[in-house]
Protein backbone atom coordinates (compact mmCIF):
# COMPACT_ATOMS: atom_id res chain seq x y z
CA UNK A 1 0.00 0.00 0.00
CA UNK A 2 1.40 3.55 -1.08
CA UNK A 3 1.65 5.52 2.32
CA UNK A 4 0.47 9.62 1.41
CA UNK A 5 2.78 11.61 4.33
CA UNK A 6 -0.15 13.16 6.32
CA UNK A 7 0.68 16.73 5.64
CA UNK A 8 0.18 16.32 1.60
CA UNK A 9 -3.13 14.35 2.45
CA UNK A 10 -4.49 16.58 4.55
CA UNK A 11 -3.57 19.81 2.99
CA UNK A 12 -6.36 22.19 3.21
CA UNK A 13 -8.52 22.21 0.37
CA UNK A 14 -11.03 25.26 1.62
CA UNK A 15 -10.95 28.39 3.30
CA UNK A 16 -12.84 26.94 6.22
CA UNK A 17 -10.13 23.83 6.47
CA UNK A 18 -7.53 26.48 7.67
CA UNK A 19 -6.64 25.80 11.30
CA UNK A 20 -5.87 29.05 13.45
CA UNK A 21 -6.16 31.32 10.34
CA UNK A 22 -9.89 32.40 10.04
CA UNK A 23 -9.33 36.24 10.35
CA UNK A 24 -7.13 35.30 6.89
CA UNK A 25 -10.36 33.61 5.26
CA UNK A 26 -13.03 35.42 6.77
CA UNK A 27 -11.27 38.77 4.90
CA UNK A 28 -10.46 36.64 1.77
CA UNK A 29 -14.02 35.54 1.45
CA UNK A 30 -15.45 38.77 1.98
CA UNK A 31 -13.14 39.82 -0.87
CA UNK A 32 -14.53 37.60 -3.26
CA UNK A 33 -18.17 37.84 -2.48
CA UNK A 34 -17.99 41.48 -3.05
CA UNK A 35 -16.15 41.05 -6.06
CA UNK A 36 -12.99 43.05 -4.75
CA UNK A 37 -10.26 41.36 -5.45
CA UNK A 38 -6.83 42.98 -4.65
CA UNK A 39 -3.99 42.45 -7.43
CA UNK A 40 -1.59 41.05 -5.23
CA UNK A 41 -1.76 39.49 -1.79
CA UNK A 42 1.38 39.16 0.68
CA UNK A 43 0.96 36.12 2.64
CA UNK A 44 3.46 36.25 6.05
CA UNK A 45 3.84 33.87 9.26
CA UNK A 46 6.14 31.14 10.43
CA UNK A 47 6.58 27.77 8.10
CA UNK A 48 3.85 25.26 7.67
CA UNK A 49 1.00 27.46 8.80
CA UNK A 50 -0.63 26.95 5.82
CA UNK A 51 0.40 30.37 3.77
CA UNK A 52 1.10 27.96 0.89
CA UNK A 53 -2.53 26.45 1.29
CA UNK A 54 -3.99 29.12 1.13
CA UNK A 55 -2.62 30.49 -1.74
CA UNK A 56 -3.84 27.30 -3.44
CA UNK A 57 -7.28 27.98 -2.36
CA UNK A 58 -7.13 31.53 -3.34
CA UNK A 59 -5.95 30.73 -6.77
CA UNK A 60 -8.51 27.93 -6.83
CA UNK A 61 -11.90 30.25 -5.42
CA UNK A 62 -10.71 33.07 -8.69
CA UNK A 63 -10.75 30.61 -11.06
CA UNK A 64 -13.56 27.93 -10.02
CA UNK A 65 -15.90 27.18 -13.01
CA UNK A 66 -18.69 26.95 -10.38
CA UNK A 67 -18.99 30.62 -9.28
CA UNK A 68 -21.77 30.68 -7.04
CA UNK A 69 -19.59 30.30 -3.47
CA UNK A 70 -16.84 32.00 -1.85
CA UNK A 71 -15.31 28.23 -1.74
CA UNK A 72 -13.73 26.47 -4.50
CA UNK A 73 -15.72 23.69 -5.54
CA UNK A 74 -12.56 21.59 -5.59
CA UNK A 75 -14.64 19.46 -8.34
CA UNK A 76 -14.59 21.53 -11.60
CA UNK A 77 -11.55 21.24 -14.02
CA UNK A 78 -9.43 24.31 -12.89
CA UNK A 79 -9.93 22.81 -9.60
CA UNK A 80 -8.73 19.68 -9.94
CA UNK A 81 -6.03 21.04 -11.78
CA UNK A 82 -4.30 23.59 -9.71
CA UNK A 83 -4.87 20.87 -6.87
CA UNK A 84 -2.77 18.48 -8.63
CA UNK A 85 -0.55 21.20 -9.58
CA UNK A 86 -0.48 21.35 -13.49
CA UNK A 87 -3.02 24.55 -14.28
CA UNK A 88 -1.67 26.06 -17.16
CA UNK A 89 -3.12 29.49 -15.84
CA UNK A 90 -1.30 28.85 -11.74
CA UNK A 91 1.66 29.34 -11.69
CA UNK A 92 3.64 28.59 -8.72
CA UNK A 93 7.12 29.52 -8.28
CA UNK A 94 10.55 29.14 -5.68
CA UNK A 95 11.61 32.89 -5.38
CA UNK A 96 14.89 31.09 -3.91
CA UNK A 97 15.33 29.79 -6.81
CA UNK A 98 14.21 31.54 -9.53
CA UNK A 99 15.14 35.21 -7.47
CA UNK A 100 17.27 37.05 -10.62
CA UNK A 101 16.04 39.92 -12.66
CA UNK A 102 15.87 37.61 -16.00
CA UNK A 103 13.23 35.14 -13.80
CA UNK A 104 11.39 38.18 -13.36
CA UNK A 105 11.28 39.15 -16.73
CA UNK A 106 10.17 36.01 -18.30
CA UNK A 107 7.25 35.91 -15.82
CA UNK A 108 6.62 39.47 -16.87
CA UNK A 109 6.68 38.59 -21.13
CA UNK A 110 3.82 35.79 -19.70
CA UNK A 111 1.97 38.35 -18.25
CA UNK A 112 1.36 39.86 -21.37
CA UNK A 113 -0.91 36.84 -22.41
CA UNK A 114 -4.67 35.94 -21.85
CA UNK A 115 -5.08 33.16 -19.53
CA UNK A 116 -5.36 30.29 -21.49
CA UNK A 117 -8.82 28.46 -19.77
CA UNK A 118 -9.56 30.55 -16.66
CA UNK A 119 -10.66 33.86 -15.63
CA UNK A 120 -7.10 34.87 -13.93
CA UNK A 121 -3.37 33.78 -14.15
CA UNK A 122 -2.51 33.64 -11.14
CA UNK A 123 1.51 33.79 -9.64
CA UNK A 124 2.46 32.39 -6.37
CA UNK A 125 5.65 33.45 -5.02
CA UNK A 126 6.93 31.27 -2.35
CA UNK A 127 10.03 32.54 -0.44
CA UNK A 128 9.51 36.06 -2.15
CA UNK A 129 12.07 37.59 -0.01
CA UNK A 130 14.86 36.11 -1.86
CA UNK A 131 14.19 37.54 -5.10
CA UNK A 132 17.15 40.00 -5.50
CA UNK A 133 16.69 43.97 -5.46
CA UNK A 134 16.92 44.23 -9.12
CA UNK A 135 14.15 41.23 -9.77
CA UNK A 136 12.42 43.42 -6.94
CA UNK A 137 12.58 46.42 -9.17
CA UNK A 138 11.74 44.47 -11.84
CA UNK A 139 8.06 42.76 -10.39
CA UNK A 140 7.48 46.66 -9.13
CA UNK A 141 6.85 47.92 -12.76
CA UNK A 142 4.04 45.05 -12.94
CA UNK A 143 2.87 45.84 -9.90
CA UNK A 144 2.45 49.32 -10.28
CA UNK A 145 0.34 49.33 -13.61
CA UNK A 146 -0.73 45.08 -13.35
CA UNK A 147 -3.03 43.53 -16.00
CA UNK A 148 -6.61 42.79 -15.19
CA UNK A 149 -6.66 39.14 -15.83
CA UNK A 150 -3.51 38.85 -13.51
CA UNK A 151 -3.39 38.10 -9.84
CA UNK A 152 -0.31 37.81 -7.27
CA UNK A 153 0.23 36.01 -4.01
CA UNK A 154 3.46 36.29 -2.64
CA UNK A 155 4.46 34.59 0.56
CA UNK A 156 7.44 34.77 2.72
CA UNK A 157 8.17 33.79 6.37
CA UNK A 158 10.42 36.84 6.24
CA UNK A 159 8.79 40.23 5.20
CA UNK A 160 10.86 42.94 6.72
CA UNK A 161 13.17 41.45 4.02
CA UNK A 162 11.01 42.84 1.28
CA UNK A 163 10.93 46.35 -0.06
CA UNK A 164 8.60 49.02 1.23
CA UNK A 165 7.89 49.92 -2.50
CA UNK A 166 6.67 46.69 -3.15
CA UNK A 167 5.02 45.92 0.43
CA UNK A 168 2.89 48.98 -0.07
CA UNK A 169 1.45 47.51 -2.98
CA UNK A 170 0.16 44.42 -1.59
CA UNK A 171 -2.56 43.27 0.49
CA UNK A 172 -1.26 42.08 3.41
CA UNK A 173 -2.05 38.97 5.71
CA UNK A 174 -0.28 37.85 8.63
CA UNK A 175 -0.60 34.25 9.25
CA UNK A 176 -0.28 33.20 12.75
CA UNK A 177 0.86 30.19 14.62
CA UNK A 178 -1.99 27.79 15.59
CA UNK A 179 -2.80 27.53 18.92
CA UNK A 180 -2.15 24.21 20.47
CA UNK A 181 -5.81 23.38 21.26
CA UNK A 182 -6.18 23.75 17.94
CA UNK A 183 -3.56 21.88 16.52
CA UNK A 184 -4.39 18.72 18.44
CA UNK A 185 -8.36 19.00 18.03
CA UNK A 186 -7.11 18.80 14.74
CA UNK A 187 -4.58 16.16 14.93
CA UNK A 188 -7.71 14.48 16.97
CA UNK A 189 -9.44 14.65 13.66
CA UNK A 190 -7.25 13.27 11.48
CA UNK A 191 -5.82 10.58 13.39
CA UNK A 192 -9.51 9.26 14.25
CA UNK A 193 -9.70 9.10 10.31
CA UNK A 194 -6.87 7.10 9.57
CA UNK A 195 -7.76 4.70 12.61
CA UNK A 196 -4.57 5.47 14.77
CA UNK A 197 -5.11 5.12 18.32
CA UNK A 198 -3.15 7.93 20.40
CA UNK A 199 -4.05 9.54 23.80
CA UNK A 200 -4.62 13.60 24.09
CA UNK A 201 -1.43 13.96 25.60
CA UNK A 202 0.62 12.43 23.34
CA UNK A 203 -0.99 14.46 20.52
CA UNK A 204 -0.58 17.37 23.13
CA UNK A 205 3.12 16.89 23.13
CA UNK A 206 3.22 16.46 19.44
CA UNK A 207 1.61 20.27 19.40
CA UNK A 208 4.24 21.42 21.75
CA UNK A 209 7.15 20.16 19.46
CA UNK A 210 5.70 21.16 16.60
CA UNK A 211 5.58 24.90 17.98
CA UNK A 212 2.35 26.30 15.96
CA UNK A 213 3.39 24.72 12.77
CA UNK A 214 0.85 22.15 11.53
CA UNK A 215 3.17 20.80 8.90
CA UNK A 216 5.92 19.85 11.56
CA UNK A 217 3.53 18.49 13.81
CA UNK A 218 1.91 16.17 10.89
CA UNK A 219 5.79 14.96 9.50
CA UNK A 220 6.29 14.14 13.78
CA UNK A 221 2.97 12.04 13.87
CA UNK A 222 4.22 10.53 10.34
CA UNK A 223 7.45 9.70 11.87
CA UNK A 224 5.56 8.18 15.50
CA UNK A 225 3.26 6.31 13.04
CA UNK A 226 6.11 4.52 11.05
CA UNK A 227 7.80 3.62 14.37
CA UNK A 228 4.50 2.36 16.61
CA UNK A 229 2.09 1.47 13.55
CA UNK A 230 -1.75 2.23 14.71
CA UNK A 231 -0.97 1.93 18.38
CA UNK A 232 0.85 5.07 19.84
CA UNK A 233 1.42 4.40 23.77
CA UNK A 234 2.56 8.14 25.54
CA UNK A 235 6.02 6.37 26.30
CA UNK A 236 6.78 5.66 22.86
CA UNK A 237 6.27 9.37 21.57
CA UNK A 238 8.12 10.80 24.76
CA UNK A 239 11.09 8.48 23.70
CA UNK A 240 10.38 9.49 19.96
CA UNK A 241 10.83 12.86 20.55
CA UNK A 242 13.35 12.60 22.92
CA UNK A 243 11.30 14.39 25.60
CA UNK A 244 11.35 13.61 29.35
CA UNK A 245 8.77 12.13 31.33
CA UNK A 246 6.48 14.76 33.11
CA UNK A 247 7.27 12.37 36.00
CA UNK A 248 10.56 13.72 36.39
CA UNK A 249 10.48 17.09 35.76
CA UNK A 250 7.24 17.24 38.59
CA UNK A 251 9.52 15.01 41.13
CA UNK A 252 12.44 17.24 39.97
CA UNK A 253 10.35 20.43 41.27
CA UNK A 254 8.96 18.98 44.01
CA UNK A 255 11.82 18.20 45.73
CA UNK A 256 13.45 21.53 45.28
CA UNK A 257 10.40 23.04 46.69
CA UNK A 258 10.20 20.74 49.57
CA UNK A 259 13.93 20.99 50.38
CA UNK A 260 14.57 17.14 49.70
CA UNK A 261 17.59 16.38 48.51
CA UNK A 262 17.92 13.15 48.07
CA UNK A 263 14.68 13.13 46.10
CA UNK A 264 16.55 15.30 43.12
CA UNK A 265 19.19 13.37 43.41
CA UNK A 266 17.26 10.48 42.51
CA UNK A 267 15.60 12.09 39.59
CA UNK A 268 18.88 13.09 38.50
CA UNK A 269 20.25 9.54 38.73
CA UNK A 270 16.85 8.71 36.19
CA UNK A 271 17.43 10.80 33.91
CA UNK A 272 20.88 9.57 33.53
CA UNK A 273 19.76 6.08 33.09
CA UNK A 274 17.05 6.72 30.79
CA UNK A 275 19.65 8.52 28.74
CA UNK A 276 17.96 11.80 28.67
CA UNK A 277 20.03 14.92 27.14
CA UNK A 278 20.60 17.47 30.91
CA UNK A 279 20.22 20.23 28.54
CA UNK A 280 16.68 18.72 27.18
CA UNK A 281 15.84 17.92 31.18
CA UNK A 282 16.31 21.59 32.02
CA UNK A 283 14.29 23.20 28.94
CA UNK A 284 11.82 21.50 30.32
CA UNK A 285 12.07 22.45 33.68
CA UNK A 286 12.08 25.93 33.36
CA UNK A 287 8.90 25.08 30.78
CA UNK A 288 7.39 23.50 33.67
CA UNK A 289 8.25 26.30 35.84
CA UNK A 290 6.76 28.68 33.76
CA UNK A 291 3.50 26.62 33.32
CA UNK A 292 3.36 26.46 37.29
CA UNK A 293 3.73 30.55 37.53
CA UNK A 294 1.21 31.03 34.80
CA UNK A 295 -1.89 28.29 35.91
CA UNK A 296 -2.18 30.23 38.86
CA UNK A 297 -2.87 33.54 36.99
CA UNK A 298 -4.32 32.89 33.91
CA UNK A 299 -7.98 33.11 33.75
CA UNK A 300 -8.55 29.57 31.89
CA UNK A 301 -4.80 27.49 32.02
CA UNK A 302 -6.52 24.75 30.42
CA UNK A 303 -7.19 26.48 27.22
CA UNK A 304 -4.52 28.98 27.18
CA UNK A 305 -1.77 26.84 28.61
CA UNK A 306 -2.87 24.00 26.23
CA UNK A 307 -3.54 21.65 29.22
CA UNK A 308 -4.66 18.24 28.86
CA UNK A 309 -5.92 15.32 31.68
CA UNK A 310 -5.07 15.78 34.83
CA UNK A 311 -2.00 18.11 34.41
CA UNK A 312 -3.68 21.15 35.64
CA UNK A 313 -3.93 19.22 38.33
CA UNK A 314 -0.64 18.67 38.53
CA UNK A 315 0.73 21.85 38.23
CA UNK A 316 -1.29 23.47 40.90
CA UNK A 317 -0.78 20.75 43.37
CA UNK A 318 3.56 21.74 43.01
CA UNK A 319 2.53 25.54 43.09
CA UNK A 320 0.55 25.41 46.21
CA UNK A 321 4.17 24.04 47.63
CA UNK A 322 5.77 27.44 47.43
CA UNK A 323 4.89 31.46 46.59
CA UNK A 324 4.63 33.08 43.56
CA UNK A 325 8.03 34.54 44.35
CA UNK A 326 9.89 31.25 45.21
CA UNK A 327 9.11 30.02 41.90
CA UNK A 328 10.24 32.66 40.12
CA UNK A 329 13.52 32.51 42.27
CA UNK A 330 13.71 28.98 40.61
CA UNK A 331 13.28 29.91 37.51
CA UNK A 332 16.06 32.38 37.50
CA UNK A 333 18.52 29.82 38.95
CA UNK A 334 17.15 27.08 36.31
CA UNK A 335 17.73 29.64 33.37
CA UNK A 336 21.67 30.42 34.55
CA UNK A 337 21.72 27.02 34.43
CA UNK A 338 20.49 26.25 31.16
CA UNK A 339 22.58 29.14 29.38
CA UNK A 340 25.74 27.81 31.41
CA UNK A 341 24.80 23.82 30.17
CA UNK A 342 25.53 25.27 26.07
CA UNK A 343 29.01 25.20 26.42
CA UNK A 344 29.76 23.06 29.23
CA UNK A 345 31.56 19.26 29.47
CA UNK A 346 29.83 18.39 32.93
CA UNK A 347 26.30 18.68 31.75
CA UNK A 348 25.20 16.20 34.58
CA UNK A 349 26.99 18.13 37.45
CA UNK A 350 25.74 21.69 36.46
CA UNK A 351 22.42 20.28 37.35
CA UNK A 352 23.10 18.41 40.31
CA UNK A 353 24.65 21.07 41.36
CA UNK A 354 22.16 24.08 40.56
CA UNK A 355 19.06 21.69 41.93
CA UNK A 356 20.85 21.09 44.81
CA UNK A 357 20.97 24.38 45.14
CA UNK A 358 17.55 25.25 44.75
CA UNK A 359 16.69 22.16 46.90
CA UNK A 360 18.90 24.02 49.98
CA UNK A 361 17.43 27.13 50.01
CA UNK A 362 14.39 28.13 52.31
CA UNK A 363 11.61 29.36 51.45
CA UNK A 364 11.73 33.29 51.27
CA UNK A 365 7.64 33.59 52.16
CA UNK A 366 6.59 33.65 55.42
CA UNK A 367 3.29 32.12 54.74
CA UNK A 368 4.42 29.66 52.76
CA UNK A 369 3.64 25.95 53.70
CA UNK A 370 5.85 23.87 55.01
ZN1 LIG B 1 -14.08 24.60 -8.97
Not at 160 to 187: E, G, M, N, W, Y
Not at 276 to 285: A, G, N, P, T, V
Not at 327 to 351: D, F, N
Request: net charge negative; hydrophobic share 40%.
Amino acid sequence: MSYLVLARKWRPQLFADLIGQEHVSRTLANAITSGRVHHAFLFTGARGVGKTSAARILAKALNCEQDNAVEPCNVCRSCVEITEGHSVDVFEIDGASNNGVDDVRELRETLRYMPAQSRYKVFIIDEVHMLSINAFNALLKTLEEPPEHVKFIFATTEPHKIPVTILSRCQRFDFRKIPAPKVVAQLRRIVDAEKIEISDRSLALIAQRGGGSMRDCLSTLDQVVAFCSENVSDDDVQGLLGMVDQRLLFDALEGCMQQNCSMVLEVIRRVDDLGHSFRQFSQELVETVRLIILCELVADPQEELGLFGDELQALRHLAALACQDDWQRLLSLLIKTESELAGSVYPKLLVEMSLIRAASLPPSCRDAPP
